[in-house]
């Protein structure tokens, strides 16, 4: 299912373990949630060095890196699997900046979060990435599909096709 395109275009979407300790991760699913976007997978785990290194691999050669691992490693952080139309980019909209304090009011990162590395969630940045970082995180039997009754509300016929 990851990586196909309209309403089946899938993101993903972690939620960092300053959010888990400030208790935001009912708020973080919610802004998603009442968007429009379809949950498709869920859960909580604990992230090792491997998988780290790979989700992370555009920036581990920085000096932050092993604070950044450190802080990730902090608690057990929640991956989510959003799917709709363009999702990709509209989760990232929803997301903001990485340095949290310019982020866009209204944004997540913008209302929640002061830091450049505690921003409180991570999300895929491009639906080449998206597609990598869906599997990256999820097995297939833990993405589910099924029927959103409130689509015919939140699209119209022609960009549900
Ligand atoms: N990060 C950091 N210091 C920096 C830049 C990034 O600690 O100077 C962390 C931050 O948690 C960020 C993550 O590394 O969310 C991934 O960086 P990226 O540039 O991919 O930003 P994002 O896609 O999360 O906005
Ligand atoms: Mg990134």
Not at 16 to 24: C, F, N, V, Y
Not at 50 to 67: C, Q, S, T, V, W
Not at 105 to 117: E, K, L, N, T
């Amino acid at each position: 299912m990851a990586g196909e395109k309209g309403v089946k275009e899938q993101t993903l979407v972690l939620i960092k373990p300053d959010a888990i300790q400030r208790g935001l991760i009912g708020k973080i699913v919610d802004r998603f949630e009442v968007k429009g976007l379809k949950l498709a997978g869920l859960k909580m785990m604990t992230l090792d060095e491997a998988i780290l290194r790979e989700h992370y691999a555009h920036i581990a050669d920085k000096p932050f890196f092993p604070g950044l691992a450190k802080f990730m490693q902090s608690t057990p952080v929640i991956a989510l699997c959003w799917e709709g139309l363009d999702v990709v980019d509209t989760v990232r909209r929803i997301t903001g900046i990485t340095k949290a304090r310019e982020a866009e009011a209204g944004s997540i990162r913008g209302d929640f979060a002061m830091s450049v590395s505690c921003n409180v969630i991570h999300a895929s940045d491009s639906t080449e990435n998206a597609e990598k970082e869906v599997s990256r995180f999820f097995k297939v039997d833990e993405l589910f599909s099924y029927d959103k009754s409130e689509y015919m509300h939140v699209y119209a016929e022609d960009e549900l096709s």
